[in-house]
């Protein structure tokens, strides 16, 4: 295997509580507790749990919008996790963001053209109008709009064209990982899948571009991932291709995500058997001792309240943080 775009070592970002007149410190939020993941150039890793389980502030780490309170993240072979900001900013140019809401992820005040240029000028990659204009025509194309609506303000586009239009600012600065935060969840169904083939389509035509795709759609990450990682409070529970994690899943928690998503055969949808999970999920401000599932987890044992399991490799590349595995 080629040098990874991406490794991520035992990253943990922890959010202070603060409370009183003086703002003292009485505790924290472990909103990420120890994650490890790399990424290939040209691979799509598909990041899913439940809401609150740390998958977006993991992409905004690896971007660097928030600066991790532990570990390392090697992009491209430098260690960025702890970089000052002016030393961050050309390495930054090399990574994109596609954010969840299409619509307040676009200034309202700009044309659609100065969205997608801002950054080949803050990067200075053209060096002049015309190359300017010729760039951001590209972009457009290649995000599958037209060049005619470089005048356009976002409020004139739709919730696909405005995704399409995060899109082509993503692509600006020819960056070989994209970190896409849950970039369907806005859209209707046919729209949802309009953009996950554009996203497939700029990977084949640019072997290189990689993508850490974050959801909580199992059918979506199903299909545009090559491998996948559960979270679960801040930890990463299971690890595999996408054929073996979807065939095979071993880790209790990614069972019961797996039987909560709809089946589209109405058949199956009617005979499987469902896992339902008891309890809610324990706040991260003070997370379960030992394993973090195990308050909820129906294959518990007393060992499992007392030593956290970490991955393990059952074979063929597919990691299980399980006691039992």
Known sequence: MSQAIVDVVD?????????????????????????????????TLGLVGESGCGKTTVGRCITRLYRPS????????????????????KHRRRMSLVFQDPYSALNPRMHSRDIVGETLKTHKLVSGKKEYEERIAELFVMSG???DMMDRYPH?????????????????CDPTLIVCDEPISAL???????????????????????????????????????RVAVMYLGRIVEMASSAQLYSNTLHPYSQALLSAQPL??????????????????????NPPSGCTFHPRCPAAKPECSQAQPQL?????????????I
């Open 11 to 43: 990253l943990k970002m922890h959010f202070p509580v603060k409370r009183g007149f003086f703002r003292r410190k009485v505790g924290e939020v472990k909103a990420i507790d120890g994650v490890s993941f790399s990424i290939q150039p040209g691979e």
């Open 70 to 89: 532990n570990g390392n993240i090697i992009f491209e072979g430098a260690d960025i996790s702890h970089m000052p900001e002016n030393e961050i900013r």
């Open 145 to 147: 709009l037209s060049p």
């Open 156 to 172: 004139e586009f739709s919730g696909g064209q405005r995704q399409r239009l995060s899109i082509a600012r993503s692509l600006a």
């Open 188 to 226: 209707d169904v046919s729209m949802q899948a309009q953009i996950l083939n554009l996203l497939q389509d700029l990977q084949n035509k640019n072997p290189n571009l990689s993508y850490l795709f974050i959801s909580h759609d199992l059918l979506a990450v199903q299909y545009i991932s090559h």
């Open 264 to 285: 589209p055969d109405p058949v199956a949808e009617e005979t499987r058997n469902r896992i339902i999970l008891t309890g809610d999920v324990p706040t991260p401000l």
């Open 312 to 324: 393990k490799d059952t074979g063929n590349g597919h990691f299980v943080a399980c006691h039992h």
